[in-house]
């Protein structure tokens, strides 16, 4: 649990007389109900993560986002008979709808949780591949991994020019390694990749998000690796 929720929290357990608190896991389907101040502003947080944007009706919310602690602060504007409704986006892409009353009330806190991504105890190799690259893609570190140093890794020469390699990430398991590239067409023709055409013999596997790359486009490309390779 990160500090902003421990302090939060914390104060929550001070002020629990003057402060509604709805704390609820992310779901995508189903909205939130909550019950938001009239008079004052009210806080959504992310537990561990941060919101990345609101989106709602123009003109019934007053939206602060906080950069520093990724929280946001709204105030309704605007009062109608029936409910309104808002969007929450995280950082990492989880959607949380809420449907909100309004009342004259003491401010309301919602406390947003994302979903666990660690894998399932006895996977396959290919399950866990396929969730280290979920991860990766959702711009989330790869479960069981640690950020390395890019300078200890040698880039890939594959001894032409069409594609350029820029080294994004390198990833250190317990037994391989997760190098992320972004690969571009320096061509002025379309491009098409196969993996087939990219391993090297240390490559337990290769992902390639797009095959078939316009002059000047990218893609990323997440190559494991067998520890002890360069």
Known sequence: MNLKVVAFLAMLSVCKQSIGLVSQTIDEFYPLQVCFSKSSYNRI??????IKKIIAQEGLFDIELDNVTGQAFVTVKEFSNGPLALSVITDSGCIQDLVIETAIKSPEVVLLREKSTDPKPNMTAEEKAIHTIHSIVSGKMPFGYVIARKDDYTSRNYGFDALGFHMEA?????????????????TPIECRLQEKHLAFPEDSWIYLRQ???SPGQSTKCIICQKKGAK
């Open 45 to 50: 947080t992310v537990e561990d993560g941060a």
């Open 170 to 186: 390198v990833y250190e398991g317990p037994f391989d390694r997760i190098v992320v590239f972004k690969v571009t067409n320096q």
């Open 211 to 213: 095959e078939t790359l």
